[in-house]
């Protein structure tokens, strides 16, 4: 997987943006975005809209643990893409 993307409000943004930080990202803004956290493997930007976009090389592992942290619980496809067993919107 290179791209994912999810909704999400300001709490869980404050989870998310925590545990960016243990992975050494380091922070900055782009236009329309609230932050933007990069890494030398991915970055994640947190848009105005409350729109969550990770990009990058293998971000399987990333994505898990966000999702581990906002309750979102999935099954590993055996084509490596995720589908969500659960309708559930965070916001």
Request: proline share 0%; charged share 20%.
């Amino acid at each position: 997987m290179n791209t994912y993307s999810l909704k999400i409000d300001e709490k869980n943004s404050e989870k998310i943006k925590t545990f960016l930080k243990s992975q050494n990202a380091v922070f900055d803004t782009v236009q329309y975005s609230i932050w933007r956290a990069k890494t030398s493997s991915f970055q994640a930007v947190l848009y105005t809209s409350g729109k969550l976009l990770i990009q990058g090389r293998n971000i399987d592992m990333i994505v898990a643990e966000i999702n581990s942290l906002l309750g979102i619980h999935y099954e590993n496809q055996t084509d490596s893409s995720f589908q969500i067993t659960e309708d559930k919107y965070i916001g």
